[in-house]
Each structure stands twice: as C-alpha cells, then as structure tokens.
C-alpha cells in the first residue's frame, strides 16, 4: 500500500517551504523570502507517532492570476491536494487574512478532504496574538498555531494528520525500487520526458529554461519494475549562477545524483554534446554512478541512412571518459523509444550491483596476464598476486601486486577490458585499486 500523503498549499510567501523543511528535518525544499520560488510538488518523507507518509511542497497558489508561470504553479498545488489523503493550508499571521487566503480555503473545501489550517508565524511564546482568531473566518476549523522556524505547534498539526489517514496496512513497503535520476543542462526536455514516462503532467513544462528548480522525485510502477524517478534543474555553468536560487538549485541536482542509481543524462540530439553537457555527465562518471545517454529531440533532426551512427560516434568521441554508458535516442513530446528505457534502465542498474566471486576474478587475471604479460621497468616486472571485489554501485575491485609504481594505467585499462568483455557491465563504471604487498585489504 503506498504511503499516506499531506500536501501544504498556501498563498505564496506564507512559509509552505520552511514548514515542509522542519517537518522532513532536511532542506530539502528551497527557501528564499521570494513568492515563486517552490513552483512544482517536492516530496519528503516523515514519521509521527510510529505512521511513515509523504508531505508534498507545492507552489504557492496565485488564485487569480494572468501569469503563465503562477497558472501553472497553481496547476501543480491543485494536482497535489487530488492526490493527497491530507491538506495542511498554511497561512501567515504576521499578514494576516487576505483575500487570497479566502480563495484558497474555498477550493480545499471543495476538494472534500480533511484540512488542517496552520497559522504560520506564532514565533512567540505566551498569549495568542488577536490576528490569530481572523482565521476562523475561513470555516476550515480550528487553527492551530505554527512557527515553521522554531518548530511551535507541528506536533498538534501532525496528530491532525496522522488522525485522518487512512487504516494502515499491515504488508511492508517494499523497497525493491532503482532511484533514476534525470539530469542535463537547462531546456533538453528532463520534465517533458518525465511527464511522459509518468503519463500524466507530473512536472511543469516550459520552453523557458529554468523552470524546475528543485529535485522532485516521482514514484512509478509498470510491468518492468517499480521506479523512482528525480527529474532535477538544469544545471548551468557555475559562471551563470548568478543568483542564489538557482545555486540552490544546482546543489539540489548534484545531490539528486548522489542518492540515484541510474542517472539518465539528455542532451540535445540536435546540438549534440557541449562543454556543459560533458560537466554534468562527468559528475555521474566521478559519482560512479550506472548512467545511460539519452538524446532527446530525435523526432527534430533531418535523418539519413547513417544519422543515428554518425551521432552515435560524435556523442563517442566527445564523452570518451564513459564508453560502458548505452546510448538511446528518442522523443520525449512523440514518445519514441521511450519504453526502451525501463529495460536498459535494470540492465545497468543490476550490472553496477554486480558481485563476482574472487575465484572467477582470478580466472580472468590468470587468463589475461598469461595472453599480455604484466610490464616491466628498468628490468623489475609486475607481479599480479590476486583480484577481488570489495564493493557495488559501482563494482570495486582491489588488485594486489607487488609493487603499484610499475602498475601502468593501460594496463589497468586493459584488465578492466578483461572483465567486461567476459561480465559485460554496461552501463556502469568501474573503480579498481592497487595495492602493493604489504598493504592491508582495507
């Protein structure tokens, strides 16, 4: 049974953010004293009094509004409350009751579902300020006093929650998930791919780069496996982050990298590789993370008989750092190829938890020392005692020697090679270490 879901919906720059922050207990939402900054659903999750669910961070709701971006902000939080079990409506006592705030409560009590209205602000201790009592107006309830800063009255906002869930099923959550993480320069299509991966307008999309923000993560099950999807913010040259959100941002996407397994990196297939695209891809390389290259657009680019080799050898030649990473080319808007993806996405994502027995490791060492001689220098050769693996994601292998200077890096290249020609490995990069006789194996 999938987690219970609290979405926070407010007016913007009520403090939804820091709220949704000091319930997670991480930054994971971006906070700015800028109304707009949250624009798309951004999921944590929580524990209170023994019941795990999801809080999801909306954009603040714009009621009435010609904004293109507030419409679909707007949009989002309205998504949010269908899907959610939950609505904890924050408002801002400093402010006051606004008419926006009105608007607001008039849709959630449309949308028939439990409402706790939180009172954000009440940063102080002792009598109630008299502005707290305007909101009863709204005819949600009683409010209850909330310092999203300080942490005042989240324990009585959630016991509401937690109190209108819905009866918790007994059968463990499985955990059987591969966490993809989507990942690429501004406008190469990350939303709409995931909006078409998900079937439904998961994300906001605009031709206007930039308009994801933060990390978002999608859950989604099909008949290839149950998935985890992050589509992130395009990641710009750190010389173009010229303000703070979007350094958030950046910091959101790297670390959307750090907690996936498979990384899929989109570049355009009309442009090609560039200097950002080859940036973003080595911090998945760095990261040892499985990553396949998807080139999206594809139902953009004037074909010929040999297009999609020519690409193939360019993307190649300019990502030479990552030959093992599977190569896809399709259209997120048509949707071609794009159920190629769950196949290829377990294959690599299996392949970087390989485990190889020592036994057959040594197999392998014995068979290519034996067809290329270990090197030599000054008269001294190489002498390869035994390999064995010590970790996954990515495979790690520690190879003993008896003296790690005359260890080559082309040999090193060459004994990789060996173990992937016999385990193949697609899709995921390998660390090897050396180590000299003497050296302890940890």
Same mark, same amino acid.
């Given at each position: 049974?999938?987690?219970?879901?609290?979405?926070?919906?407010?007016?913007?720059?009520?403090?939804?953010?820091?709220?949704?922050?000091?319930?997670?207990?991480?930054?994971?939402?971006?906070?700015?004293?800028?109304?707009?900054?949250?624009?798309?659903?951004?999921?944590?999750?929580?524990?209170?009094?023994?019941?795990?669910?999801?809080?999801?961070?909306?954009?603040?709701?714009?009621?009435?509004?010609?904004?293109?971006?507030?419409?679909?902000?707007?949009?989002?939080?309205?998504?949010?409350?269908?899907?959610?079990?939950?609505?904890?409506?924050?408002?801002?006592?400093?402010?006051?009751?606004?008419?926006?705030?009105?608007?607001?409560?008039?849709?959630?009590?449309?949308?028939?579902?439990?409402?706790?209205?939180?009172?954000?602000?009440?940063?102080?201790?002792?009598?109630?300020?008299?502005?707290?009592?305007?909101?009863?107006?709204?005819?949600?309830?009683?409010?209850?006093?909330?310092?999203?800063?300080?942490?005042?009255?989240?324990?009585?906002?959630?016991?509401?929650?937690?109190?209108?869930?819905?009866?918790?099923?007994?059968?463990?959550?499985?955990?059987?998930?591969?966490?993809?993480?989507?990942?690429?320069?501004?406008?190469?299509?990350?939303?709409?791919?995931?909006?078409?991966?998900?079937?439904?307008?998961?994300?906001?999309?605009?031709?206007?780069?930039? %308009?994801?923000? =933060?990390?978002?993560?999608?859950?989604?099950?099909? @008949?290839? &496996? /149950?998935? +985890?999807? *992050?589509?992130?913010?395009?990641?710009?040259?750190?010389?173009?982050?010229?303000?703070?959100?979007?350094?958030?941002?950046?910091?959101?996407?790297?670390?959307?990298?750090?907690?996936?397994?498979?990384?899929?990196?989109?570049?355009?297939?009309?442009?090609?590789? %560039?200097?950002? =695209?080859?940036?973003?891809?080595?911090?998945?390389? @760095?990261? &040892? /993370?499985? +990553?396949? *290259?998807?080139?999206?657009?594809?139902?953009?680019?004037?074909?010929?008989?040999?297009?999609?080799?020519?690409?193939?050898?360019?993307?190649?030649?300019?990502?030479?750092?990552?030959?093992?990473?599977?190569?896809?080319?399709?259209?997120?808007?048509?949707?071609?190829?794009?159920?190629?993806?769950?196949?290829?996405?377990?294959?690599?994502?299996?392949?970087?938890?390989?485990? *190889?027995?020592?036994?057959?490791?040594?197999?392998?060492?014995?068979?290519?020392?034996?067809?290329?001689?270990?090197?030599?220098?000054?008269?001294?050769?190489?002498?390869?005692?035994?390999?064995?693996?010590?970790?996954?994601?990515?495979?790690?292998?520690?190879?003993?020697?008896?003296?790690?200077?005359?260890?080559?890096?082309?040999?090193?290249?060459?004994?990789?090679?060996? *173990?992937?020609?016999?385990?193949?490995?697609?899709?995921?990069?390998?660390?090897?270490?050396?180590?000299?006789?003497?050296?302890?194996?940890?």
């Amino acid at each position: 049974m999938a987690l219970p879901v609290v979405a926070i919906v407010g007016r913007p720059n009520v403090g939804k953010s820091m709220l949704f922050n000091k319930l997670t207990g991480q930054r994971t939402a971006i906070v700015e004293d800028t109304p707009g900054v949250t624009r798309d659903r951004i999921y944590g999750k929580c524990e209170w009094n023994g019941r795990e669910f999801q809080i999801v961070d909306t954009g603040g709701i714009e009621p009435s509004t010609r904004s293109e971006m507030l419409q679909f902000m707007r949009r989002q939080a309205e998504i949010a409350i269908e899907t959610a079990n939950v609505i904890v409506m924050v408002t801002d006592v400093k402010v006051g009751m606004t008419a926006a705030d009105q608007e607001v409560a008039n849709m959630l009590l449309r949308s028939k579902k439990p409402v706790c209205l939180a009172v954000n602000k009440c940063d102080s201790i002792g009598a109630t300020t008299p502005e707290f009592y305007e909101f009863y107006a709204l005819g949600l309830g009683d409010p209850i006093e909330v310092s999203a800063i300080h942490g005042h009255g989240t324990g009585d906002l959630l016991d509401f929650c937690v109190e209108h869930f819905p009866p918790e099923d007994e059968e463990p959550e499985d955990e059987d998930i591969i966490r993809v993480a989507i990942v690429g320069k501004p406008n190469v299509g990350k939303s709409s791919l995931l909006n078409r991966i998900l079937g439904m307008e998961r994300v906001i999309v605009s031709d206007v780069a930039g %308009t994801t923000r =933060d990390a978002i993560d999608s859950y989604f099950e099909n @008949e290839f &496996g /149950k998935y +985890c999807f *992050i589509d992130t913010a395009g990641m710009r040259r750190k010389s173009k982050v010229d303000d703070a959100i979007e350094k958030y941002s950046n910091m959101r996407s790297i670390s959307a990298i750090d907690r996936s397994d498979v990384c899929l990196i989109l570049i355009d297939a009309n442009e090609g590789v %560039t200097d950002q =695209d080859t940036k973003i891809a080595g911090l998945a390389h @760095e990261a &040892g /993370k499985a +990553c396949i *290259i998807v080139a999206n657009k594809w139902d953009t680019v004037e074909k010929e008989t040999k297009t999609m080799d020519e690409k193939t050898a360019a993307i190649r030649e300019d990502l030479g750092y990552m030959p093992y990473a599977p190569i896809v080319f399709l259209s997120a808007l048509t949707g071609q190829r794009v159920g190629k993806l769950f196949e290829i996405i377990n294959v690599v994502a299996n392949n970087a938890a390989m485990r *190889i027995t020592t036994g057959m490791l040594n197999n392998i060492l014995a068979d290519a020392t034996a067809r290329v001689q270990p090197p030599t220098d000054k008269g001294r050769r190489l002498k390869i005692y035994y390999m064995t693996q010590v970790d996954v994601k990515p495979p790690h292998f520690i190879i003993f020697c008896n003296d790690a200077r005359l260890f080559h890096f082309s040999y090193q290249r060459y004994l990789e090679n060996q *173990i992937r020609a016999v385990f193949g490995l697609e899709g995921t990069p390998i660390r090897i270490t050396i180590r000299q006789k003497g050296d302890k194996e940890d």
